[in-house]
């Protein structure tokens, strides 16, 4: 027999639920078993990873916090 879940959402949960529905047809049972699955699959070790972090060398030491780097960005 399956296991049954009950779960008290805050109401921005219940909005990211609901257009998760209503955009992938899924129910809300499939939508919390796939979230599941996908924090499984994270490392368990505490540590948070975030994608592509020194995947590249940019030569810019500052990268990240000088906002020079930035002008013009994503202007056509």
């Known amino acids: ?3 049954l879940i009950h779960a008290r959402l ?3 949960t219940e909005r990211q ?3 998760l529905r209503k955009a992938t047809g899924l129910t809300d ?3 919390v078993r ?3 699955r996908a924090l499984a699959a994270l490392p368990v ?3 948070r990873r975030i994608v592509g972090v020194g995947s590249f060398a940019s030569g ?3 990268l990240g916090s000088n906002q020079a780097h930035l002008r ?3 202007r056509g």
Request: charged residues 40%.
């Open 60 to 62: 810019k030491p500052d």
């Open 72 to 74: 013009g960005f994503g």
């Open 17 to 19: 639920l609901a257009r």
């Open 45 to 47: 070790d505490g540590k």
């Open 34 to 36: 796939r979230g599941l």
């Open 1 to 3: 027999m399956a296991a």
């Open 29 to 31: 049972s499939e939508l």
């Open 10 to 12: 805050d109401p921005e």
